[in-house]
């Protein structure tokens, strides 16, 4: 399985509601990243998750929570948002794994998450 | 931190012409380089990577070249259909061939047309 699983597909919320954004993985990886994707922009990394702790945080604002569960599961919780926060949103995974090794470098993204704050 | 400059930010060509997509790097430490194409709504996809010790990889009509000294690599795509028409980001990274996660640095992406 080299799927990275990412619900819902679509998602389209009022500035006051909040929700979840769920990515989920196989292949064992310990790394995980939440990206923002913008129409035709590079995707902007927002967090890291490396061994289910939060290695980086790009800066992001509180509105967006990360979560990590366990090995296989990222979540990142919606709250608060504003119109500008409409995006793609991306969850990728990537080596080492839990067999140990090496990073490849190689990020495995999901089909993403399309948000749309009214 | 490691910062990626791509050009041409669009590129049009002819079906059957050459594109070819240019990116430089800072940071002299990042040792893999990938390429990935996006398709209108979806996830970007790696299409080729290379790493710090090949200087050329190639994949049917898909070439990468790297640079290390100018610290430059360049995504190259013969016989080009309508098909490979899309978003194309390079990428950099340090962290290949660490124990830990890699911290990928993306080009602003090159919207390649191609036109039948």
């Known amino acids: 399985d080299t799927e990275v699983t990412q619900t819902p597909k679509h998602l389209v919320m009022g500035m006051t509601n909040k929700k979840s954004l769920k990515c989920e993985q196989h292949?064992?990886?310990?790394?995980m990243y939440w990206y923002k994707q913008k129409a035709k922009k590079p995707p902007e990394l927002m967090f890291v998750?490396?061994?289910?702790?939060?290695?980086i945080n790009e800066s992001v604002p509180s509105r967006f929570s990360p979560e990590c569960p366990n090995s296989s599961l990222l979540n990142l919780h919606l709250h608060a948002l504003q119109p500008e926060d409409s995006a793609l949103y991306l969850c990728?995974?990537?080596?080492?794994?839990?067999?140990?090794?090496?990073?490849?470098?190689?990020?495995?993204f999901g089909e993403g998450s399309r948000l749309t704050v009214l | 931190g490691e910062n990626v400059e791509q050009h041409p930010s669009t590129l049009s060509v002819q079906e059957g012409d050459s594109a070819v997509i240019k990116c430089t790097y800072s940071?002299?430490?990042?040792?893999?380089f990938p390429w990935y194409k996006q398709e209108l709504g979806k996830r970007p996809q790696l299409i080729i990577d290379?790493?710090?010790?090949?200087g050329e990889k190639k994949d049917q009509r898909i070439a990468v070249t790297l640079n290390k000294t100018a610290k430059h690599f360049s995504l190259h795509i013969t016989e080009t259909q309508p098909e490979d028409s899309a978003v194309y980001f390079c990428?950099?990274?340090?962290?290949?061939?660490?124990?830990?996660?890699?911290?990928?640095?993306f080009g602003q992406g090159t919207i390649l047309t191609v036109h039948p």
């Open positions: 990728a995974s990537s080596h080492p794994s839990l067999a140990g090794g090496r990073s490849t470098g190689e990020l495995f």
């Open positions: 292949m064992g990886h310990r790394a």
């Open positions: 998750y490396s061994y289910e702790k939060l290695s």
């Open positions: 940071d002299s430490a990042s040792n893999y």
């Open positions: 290379i790493r710090s010790n090949v």
């Open positions: 990428a950099a990274t340090p962290n290949a061939g660490g124990t830990s996660y890699g911290k990928l640095t």
